[in-house]
């Protein structure tokens, strides 16, 4: 940690001033957390735990959530947001370990062309993306065009079906995993790599047993962030994905807005919320661990 | 602290854009200024300001419209409510006309008040134009439709095979398996009209059985599921297996692009299309004959205590006249009210295949509209794999 300007004062009295105004830095943010997403959040915790399935109010009661575990659209839904959220996280790996390792070993000018490219989703608002590729991908679009004019004529769209949800998703999801394997690798020492390699490792063993070792905090939290965004995403599911079953997060919508169930609606929000904490405790633990490590060095 | 950051410029750019918009709304008033209060999308906003304002001060110089657009921050519950409020404190409601409403939007409140005035051929001189087949409300002048059509390729669908009734409809989609799609019915009223088409013929075709307070959780038991059986048996023959796109835009699209050869559309977003192209000229419009697929009208309607009544009303007849009716027509797609033998031929011959002299069915949303949007995820889109 570098150090910041001498401040003329008694270390005492200066470590005060500065976690004063630390506090005082966060205070804002730490409010406006409280009162517009825990306390709003917690009310509506309390109120799916002591409203009848009826809607009227009673004591305490599990009968919201009984409906929604026994409720098979509501499973089918929930079962199917972690099974597309999983096997986004999956293609995501299997996609960016490789261009992140072609950045890290290549030295072409096609390198920052393959990075800026790999980042550019990052620029394209999502509802954008979704008319893209529903063009793209839809039956007699480019894609299928293309590939009939080639003479492929069994071409199957992915629009409307869980496939489109899924590259959707990738899509949208290269570009910050790219950056978080990329900022990774660069704290990776060079000579460690090359060392491997003058002894004659392959690039793989140089990944499996170097590379991967070294950054496996940096997939931890691609894997806690990225599976947050899935459980999240909307436009995406809603407009590339099939009517049933239902990402949770379009679930969430259509049975607040078109069926005015708020309360169920309510609940499935709070039963994301626990699978979301799940993600987020892998997340803040991996990061509190690797500060303890760097300031520990 | 990049939370905080955002957050604050984001209140600086609202708060410079409030003051714009409050520079903006204050300028100077020569005419009489005519408040026109509207709830609508953008197509019709854009309408009016940039087509019907414009004709109407033309035509009468003395008046000076004033578009406020009630959606968002106020609604146009709130703008009624204010009325009625003035007018009970005898308060300047600086309303003139209100306009983009509903049957719903009459509320009983504003009707005990006796807020609205009746029209009549007495204060609207182009009152005895309007189309008796359309539902003329008391204190309501309808001055646009839209109702949900079939739209097909004509290339593709013989004049021969294009369904008339809903059996044939349906007939026609089990014999063409893939060439038919309709969207989710909560994500476009183009699917949601097709599902309550599907409700009406498995219960007598009596749309009357269908009010706003007589829902019950045990009648929606027995009324629903003929027709979940009717659209369940059809959705493997659905576009791809049964994949409904989620919107009315994404419906219209596969049919542009060819992947299917039939759709239902909102007759106003089928005529734009064509009318920009955005739909082949090879495309057709039909509409049932034995029942038509449910729509509406929209409403205009003026306070007993606007502050300009004679403007009001003038503005109000200006609404239906046949210049206005036929940019109805051309310029939104949507369906006109008056009676169709005063339009110009060419656009008589467009609304011809589409338009029925029956006017269309109205579903009284509510309670029921929920139980169609919970129902139909759970019966009839499950069977798509």
Same mark, same amino acid.
């Given at each position: 940690?570098?150090?910041?300007?001498?401040?003329?004062?008694?270390?005492?009295?200066?470590?005060?001033? =500065?976690?004063?105004?630390?506090?005082?830095?966060?205070?804002?943010?730490?409010?406006?957390?409280?009162?517009?997403?825990?306390?709003?959040?917690?009310?509506?915790?309390?109120?799916?735990?002591?409203?009848?399935?009826?809607?009227?109010?009673?004591?305490?009661?599990?009968?919201?959530?009984? !409906? !929604?575990?026994?409720?098979?659209?509501?499973?089918?839904?929930?079962? %199917?947001?972690?099974?597309?959220?999983?096997?986004?996280?999956?293609?995501?790996?299997?996609?960016?370990?490789?261009?992140?390792?072609?950045?890290? !070993? =290549?030295?072409?000018?096609?390198?920052?062309?393959?990075?800026?490219?790999?980042?550019?989703?990052?620029?394209?608002?999502?509802?954008?993306?979704?008319?893209?590729?529903?063009? !793209?991908?839809?039956?007699?679009?480019?894609?299928?065009?293309?590939? =009939?004019?080639?003479?492929?004529?069994?071409?199957?769209?992915?629009?409307?079906?869980? =496939?489109?949800?899924?590259?959707?998703?990738?899509?949208?999801?290269?570009?910050?995993?790219?950056?978080?394997?990329?900022?990774?690798?660069?704290?990776?020492?060079?000579?460690?790599?090359?060392?491997?390699?003058?002894?004659?490792?392959?690039?793989?063993?140089?990944?499996?047993?170097?590379?991967?070792?070294?950054?496996?905090?940096?997939?931890?939290?691609?894997?806690?962030?990225?599976?947050?965004?899935?459980?999240?995403?909307?436009?995406?599911?809603?407009?590339?994905?099939?009517?049933?079953?239902?990402?949770?997060?379009?679930?969430?919508?259509?049975? %607040?807005?078109?069926?005015?169930?708020?309360?169920?609606?309510?609940?499935?929000?709070?039963?994301?919320?626990?699978?979301?904490?799940?993600?987020?405790?892998?997340?803040?633990?991996?990061?509190?661990?690797?500060?303890?490590?760097?300031?520990?060095? | 602290?990049?939370?905080?950051?955002?957050?604050?410029?984001?209140?600086?750019?609202?708060?410079?854009?409030? $003051?714009?918009?409050?520079?903006?709304?204050?300028?100077?008033?020569?005419?009489?200024? $005519?408040?026109?209060?509207?709830?609508?999308?953008?197509?019709?906003?854009?309408?009016?300001?940039?087509?019907?304002?414009?004709?109407?001060?033309?035509?009468?110089?003395?008046?000076?419209?004033?578009?406020?657009?009630?959606?968002?921050?106020?609604?146009?519950?709130?703008?009624?409510?204010?009325?009625?409020?003035?007018?009970?404190?005898?308060?300047?409601?600086?309303?003139?006309?209100?306009?983009?409403?509903?049957? +719903? &939007?009459?509320?009983?409140?504003?009707?005990?008040?006796?807020?609205?005035?009746?029209?009549?051929?007495?204060? *609207? #001189?182009?009152?005895?134009?309007?189309?008796?087949?359309? /539902? *003329? $409300?008391?204190?309501?002048? #309808?001055?646009?439709?839209?109702?949900?059509?079939?739209?097909? &390729?004509?290339?593709?669908?013989?004049?021969?095979?294009?369904?008339?009734?809903?059996?044939?409809?349906?007939?026609?989609?089990?014999?063409?398996?893939?060439?038919?799609?309709?969207?989710?019915?909560?994500?476009?009223?183009?699917?949601?009209?097709?599902?309550?088409?599907?409700?009406?013929?498995?219960?007598?075709?009596?749309?009357?059985?269908?009010?706003?307070? /007589?829902? +019950?959780?045990?009648?929606?038991?027995?009324?629903? #599921?003929?027709?979940?059986?009717?659209?369940?048996?059809?959705?493997?023959?659905?576009?791809?297996?049964?994949?409904?796109?989620?919107?009315?835009?994404?419906?219209?699209?596969?049919?542009?692009?060819?992947?299917?050869?039939?759709?239902?559309?909102?007759?106003?977003?089928?005529?734009?299309?064509?009318?920009?192209?955005?739909?082949?000229?090879?495309?057709?419009?039909?509409?049932?004959?034995?029942?038509?697929?449910?729509?509406?009208?929209?409403?205009?309607?003026? #306070?007993?205590?606007?502050?300009?009544?004679?403007?009001?009303?003038?503005?109000?007849?200006?609404?239906?006249?046949?210049?206005?009716?036929?940019?109805?027509?051309?310029?939104?797609?949507?369906?006109?009210?008056?009676?169709?033998?005063?339009?110009?031929?060419?656009?008589?011959?467009?609304?011809?295949?589409?338009?029925?002299?029956?006017?269309?069915?109205?579903?009284?949303?509510?309670?029921?509209?929920?139980?169609?949007?919970?129902?139909?995820?759970?019966?009839?889109?499950?069977?798509?794999?």
């Amino acid at each position: 940690m570098p150090t910041t300007a001498q401040i003329p004062a008694s270390p005492g009295s200066r470590r005060l001033i =500065s976690a004063l105004g630390g506090y005082g830095m966060v205070l804002p943010a730490f409010l406006l957390m409280v009162a517009i997403i825990a306390y709003p959040a917690v009310l509506s915790i309390i109120q799916t735990l002591t409203t009848g399935v009826d809607g009227r109010a009673t004591g305490f009661t599990l009968a919201q959530y009984l !409906f !929604f575990f026994h409720d098979r659209l509501s499973m089918t839904n929930l079962l %199917y947001t972690l099974r597309v959220g999983f096997i986004v996280l999956a293609v995501l790996l299997v996609v960016c370990f490789p261009i992140a390792l072609y950045l890290r !070993f =290549s030295h072409s000018k096609l390198t920052s062309a393959v990075y800026i490219l790999a980042l550019f989703p990052l620029f394209v608002p999502t509802i954008n993306l979704s008319f893209a590729m529903i063009r !793209f991908t839809t039956t007699h679009g480019l894609l299928d065009t293309l590939l =009939s004019r080639a003479g492929l004529v069994h071409y199957v769209t992915p629009y409307l079906r869980t =496939s489109g949800t899924i590259i959707g998703l990738v899509w949208e999801g290269i570009p910050f995993t790219v950056l978080i394997l990329n900022a990774a690798r660069v704290q990776v020492d060079d000579s460690l790599l090359e060392s491997a390699r003058d002894v004659g490792a392959s690039i793989p063993q140089v990944f499996l047993r170097i590379l991967l070792p070294l950054i496996k905090n940096a997939v931890i939290i691609i894997l806690a962030l990225q599976f947050l965004g899935i459980l999240g995403s909307y436009t995406i599911p809603y407009l590339l994905g099939p009517a049933e079953p239902e990402m949770i997060g379009v679930f969430m919508e259509r049975t %607040y807005d078109q069926v005015h169930a708020p309360l169920q609606a309510q609940t499935q929000a709070v039963i994301s919320f626990f699978i979301a904490a799940i993600a987020g405790i892998l997340y803040v633990r991996t990061v509190a661990s690797q500060q303890r490590r760097t300031e520990g060095r | 602290m990049r939370f905080g950051f955002r957050v604050s410029s984001l209140a600086l750019i609202s708060a410079v854009a409030f $003051l714009a918009l409050g520079a903006a709304g204050v300028q100077a008033q020569a005419r009489t200024t $005519l408040n026109v209060y509207v709830d609508a999308d953008t197509n019709i906003t854009d309408w009016l300001s940039g087509t019907v304002a414009p004709a109407f001060e033309a035509a009468n110089p003395q008046y000076k419209v004033n578009m406020v657009i009630a959606r968002g921050g106020i609604t146009m519950d709130d703008v009624i409510n204010r009325t009625i409020a003035a007018l009970k404190s005898k308060a300047d409601p600086q309303v003139d006309v209100i306009e983009g409403l509903d049957p +719903s &939007d009459f509320t009983k409140a504003s009707l005990d008040a006796k807020l609205w005035v009746t029209f009549s051929k007495q204060n *609207i #001189p182009n009152y005895g134009t309007l189309n008796p087949a359309v /539902n *003329i $409300l008391p204190y309501g002048l #309808p001055y646009r439709g839209s109702q949900v059509l079939i739209a097909y &390729d004509s290339t593709r669908v013989p004049q021969n095979e294009v369904p008339k009734t809903f059996p044939q409809l349906i007939a026609w989609v089990k014999a063409h398996p893939g060439q038919f799609v309709y969207c989710r019915p909560d994500k476009g009223g183009s699917g949601g009209n097709f599902v309550i088409r599907a409700i009406y013929e498995a219960n007598g075709r009596n749309p009357s059985a269908f009010t706003a307070d /007589n829902y +019950s959780d045990s009648l929606a038991g027995t009324r629903l #599921p003929p027709a979940w059986k009717i659209l369940s048996d059809i959705n493997p023959a659905i576009f791809q297996n049964g994949s409904y796109p989620a919107g009315n835009l994404p419906t219209l699209q596969l049919l542009a692009n060819g992947s299917v050869s039939m759709i239902t559309a909102w007759s106003d977003m089928a005529l734009q299309a064509l009318g920009n192209g955005t739909l082949p000229s090879t495309i057709k419009l039909t509409q049932l004959t034995d029942l038509p697929f449910p729509g509406g009208y929209v409403y205009t309607a003026i #306070p007993v205590n606007a502050t300009h009544m004679a403007g009001a009303l003038a503005f109000a007849n200006y609404y239906i006249s046949l210049k206005n009716e036929a940019s109805v027509v051309k310029d939104i797609g949507g369906f006109p009210t008056i009676k169709l033998s005063l339009l110009p031929q060419e656009l008589q011959d467009v609304l011809s295949a589409a338009l029925t002299d029956k006017a269309p069915p109205i579903w009284p949303s509510g309670s029921w509209s929920d139980a169609l949007n919970a129902g139909w995820y759970k019966y009839v889109a499950t069977n798509a794999q």
